[in-house]
């Protein structure tokens, strides 16, 4: 029954609306913090680019504290997500910072209800087959494909679109500034997230 009733969910609220996040932000990037000094060139950095998205990685010690800041300091201007959900309990700090949108580098059941309780956009990753359909059975569409590189990238990405058509992907791992248009220009892929886009 719960599949039955989430294939009715619509693109607005689907997943918080995520779709959102991606048809505006083609290009996230990807960034992990290692110095509260260096927010400020980093978001220098993206908007000489006009990129106005940041997927901020929860991979440093500082890294909450540099979300804080980044909220503080560009929230009015930029997209400012957390990247490398790996639990309920950093979807809840998410919830407290009030930040813009929600990745994870996979999918597990405990992340499920409060991902969608969460009222934020947020990004599932996945991988296999498996993966994408065990996600499509809550009713979920848009999933973060990683790591890119290490599971067939576009090749594969053109096989998955054939066949799940109805799904979108943000593929990211092992994307550069070669190869990124080529990855935008599947039907498939609303967005593409990186780290080549900060020096």
């Known amino acids: 029954m719960k599949a039955v009733q989430d294939s009715f969910k619509t693109t607005e609220n689907m997943q918080n609306n995520i779709s959102t996040i991606l048809e505006n932000n083609?290009?996230?990037?990807?960034?992990?913090?290692?110095?509260?000094e260096e927010i400020d060139s980093i978001f220098d950095q993206l908007e000489a680019q006009q990129v106005y998205c940041i997927e901020i990685t929860l991979r440093t010690s500082i890294a909450w504290e540099a979300i804080r800041l980044s909220k503080e300091k560009f929230g009015d201007r930029f997209k400012i997500g957390v990247g490398t959900i790996t639990g309920a309990e950093a979807i809840e700090k998410c919830v407290a910072y009030k930040v813009d949108f929600m990745v994870?580098?996979?999918?597990?059941?405990?992340?499920?209800?409060?991902?969608?309780?969460?009222?934020?956009?947020?990004?599932?990753?996945?991988?296999?087959?498996?993966?994408?359909?065990?996600?499509?059975?809550?009713?979920?569409?848009?999933?973060?494909?990683?790591?890119?590189?290490?599971?067939?990238?576009?090749?594969?990405?053109?096989?998955?679109?054939?066949?799940?058509?109805?799904?979108?992907?943000?593929?990211?791992?092992?994307?550069?500034?070669?190869?990124?248009?080529?990855?935008?220009?599947?039907?498939?892929?609303?967005?593409?997230?990186?780290?080549?886009?900060i020096k």
């Open 104 to 197: 994870s580098p996979g999918l597990a059941p405990g992340l499920i209800k409060p991902f969608e309780e969460s009222g934020i956009p947020f990004l599932p990753g996945v991988s296999t087959p498996s993966e994408i359909i065990s996600a499509m059975e809550h009713g979920w569409r848009y999933f973060k494909f990683f790591p890119a590189n290490l599971f067939g990238g576009i090749a594969a990405l053109k096989t998955y679109g054939a066949i799940f058509p109805e799904v979108s992907f943000c593929p990211t791992g092992g994307i550069s500034q070669h190869d990124y248009q080529d990855y935008l220009a599947l039907p498939t892929v609303k967005a593409v997230g990186g780290s080549w886009l």
């Open 26 to 36: 083609p290009l996230i990037p990807v960034v992990t913090i290692r110095s509260i």
